[in-house]
């Protein structure tokens, strides 16, 4: 799932919310655009994942012509983050807790628990 950190969803599709298919809703007022709230405490499950799933991905977009380094947000204890890709090749973790990210390119970092193994990693 490739998810910016404030997230890429419509409304409400983070618990299950749908829209019947209609991707062009805004100028109805009936069920097609209706948020239904009541989704929210039926799919609660899914919900919690995709709110796990934002918290731990982190996309840093550099769109100027300089190099930036950016600061990641503080993750939870026992976790750390890990470069999932960087569109030029050249993006790289801080030992000041940020991430270098060169002029227009774009770096996507994944929170990962300490105890997990590098080996074990897709996309190494």
């Not at 799919?43 to 977009?61: G, V």
């Not at 270098?100 to 300490?114: C, I």
Request: charged share 25%.
């Amino acid at each position: 799932m490739d998810e910016i950190r404030t997230g890429l969803f419509a409304v409400g599709e983070k618990f299950g919310n749908t829209q019947f298919g209609n991707n062009n809703a805004y100028c109805q007022d009936n069920e097609i655009s209706w948020l239904d709230w009541g989704l929210l405490e039926e799919n609660a499950d899914l919900f919690r994942y995709i709110r796990k799933m934002i918290a731990f991905l982190y996309l840093a977009i550099n769109a100027h012509w300089e190099d930036h380094v950016f600061r990641l947000p503080i993750i939870p204890a026992g976790f750390r983050w890990r470069m999932e890709t960087a569109s030029s090749g050249s993006g790289r973790l801080t030992e000041d807790g940020g991430v270098f990210v060169p002029a227009r390119s774009v770096v996507m970092l994944e929170g990962l628990k300490d105890t997990v193994e590098m080996s074990s990693c897709p996309n190494l």
